[in-house]
């Protein structure tokens, strides 16, 4: 997959040579190209910013410095990619769809945002997407993109070495999963649960399915509404 960010903070995308985001670019499954928005103004204080038509506070990024960037970085299968708190939520479905693009493109935003032409003209070439992470505001989409590419780069094939951890986990099932733990078996008075350490694979499977649908209902009872209902058997019922 090929990637190209285009921002005015372009030294925000450090952490995108680190780990496994950074292996998936060393071995060539994952290509990430960083522009400065800044390349394409024309004046000397390299300008991005204007006040907004209608009046209200802060600025808004102008037209032009975008255009430059998204004639120069975009290609005929690109999928344009703009981090935005009126977006849409971007979820794992949404990472999947991410996945399978050729060619992404992300453009983040300042202030209060960009100048809505620039979307809609691109939108006459290529999908656009506007997401959101969640219902708070941030400075702008650099973390966001951050966020997005961890999603998206762990589903391409090749970077995940177990592909059970990809249909395992949670959000994948639609549910929260179960709780985990490790060695030792007690810890500061704490003990791990019995049936993790009985061998008996049905009794697991089975523990961890409730605790799944557990911690589905007290912490994300909108899933839980959400789980279609021929996924639920007569154990989770019971549950
Ligand atoms: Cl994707 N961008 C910005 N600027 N703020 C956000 C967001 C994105 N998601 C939630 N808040």
Redesign the pocket.
């Known amino acids: 997959m090929r990637v190209d960010i285009v921002s005015i903070f372009p030294e925000y995308f450090s952490p995108l040579e680190l780990s496994l985001i950074g292996k998936a670019r060393a071995s060539g499954l994952l290509d990430i190209a960083v522009h400065d928005l800044r390349t394409w103004t024309s004046d000397v204080h390299r300008t991005v910013d204007d006040t907004p038509y209608g009046g209200g506070p802060g600025m808004v990024m102008r037209p032009e410095p975008w255009a430059g960037a998204l004639d120069a970085v975009t290609r005929p299968d690109s999928l344009l990619v703009v ?3 009126v ?1 849409t939520p971007f979820t794992q479905a949404a990472a999947h769809e991410l996945a399978t693009a050729p060619h992404l493109v992300f453009a983040c ?1 300042r202030y209060e945002g960009i100048d809505q032409r620039v979307l809609d003209d691109a939108a006459t070439r290529m999908p656009v997407r506007e ?4 219902d ?3 400075f ?2 650099e973390v ?1 993109v951050i966020v997005i590419m961890e999603a998206v780069t762990r589903l391409l094939p090749g970077v995940l070495g177990n592909a059970d951890s990809l249909t395992e986990e949670s959000h994948a099932a639609g549910l929260l999963e179960a709780p985990v733990y490790t060695k030792p078996a007690q810890w500061r008075g704490h003990e791990v649960p019995a049936v993790l350490r009985s061998g008996d694979h049905g009794r697991i499977a089975r523990w961890r399915r409730e605790q799944s649908l557990l911690r589905t209902a007290a912490r994300r009872p909108d899933l839980l509404a959400g789980y279609p209902p021929e996924r639920l058997d007569k154990h989770d019922r019971a549950a």
């Open positions: 981090p935005s708190p977006g935003g997401v959101s992470l969640g708070y505001v941030l702008g989409g966001a």
